[in-house]
């Protein structure tokens, strides 16, 4: 079964720092672009960052540039989001999801209709 699992939200200060992890089960993640999203309440998804398969390239959403980074490490099969100086506005329920290198398009880096697999979510609060 082929499977995405976010892990690493949780409740942190304003200006702290997390890093939410998304590990891939039963396939490989570095045969997939990676794009992470997030959700609040009332609000429509929307990107945050994207890395292409082989990590050459990086793409980040204005809400995130200078803040977040999505390393990936292709022998844990795991792609990451660092998030710093974290801000109340990036409450929300994050997501990672796949899509194969030949459907990316600039244009279309955050189209959550050409991502095909998607984690269950996992909760950042930022409170304090």
Request: proline share 5%.
């Amino acid at each position: 079964q082929l499977q995405l699992v976010e892990s690493g939200g949780g409740l942190v200060q304003p200006g702290g720092s997390l890093r939410l992890s998304c590990a891939g089960s039963g396939f490989t993640l570095d045969n997939y672009y990676i794009g992470w999203f997030r959700q609040a309440p009332g609000k429509e998804r929307e990107g945050v960052s994207c890395i292409s398969s082989n990590g050459g390239r990086v793409y980040y959403a204005d809400s995130g540039k200078g803040r977040f980074t999505i390393p990936r490490d292709n022998a844990k099969n795991t792609v990451y989001l660092q998030m710093n100086s974290l801000k109340p506005e990036d409450t929300a329920t994050y997501y990672c999801a796949a899509r194969p290198p030949s459907t990316f398009a600039s244009a279309t880096t955050f189209s959550t209709s050409r991502y095909i697999y998607w984690g269950q979510g996992t909760q950042v609060t930022v409170s304090s």
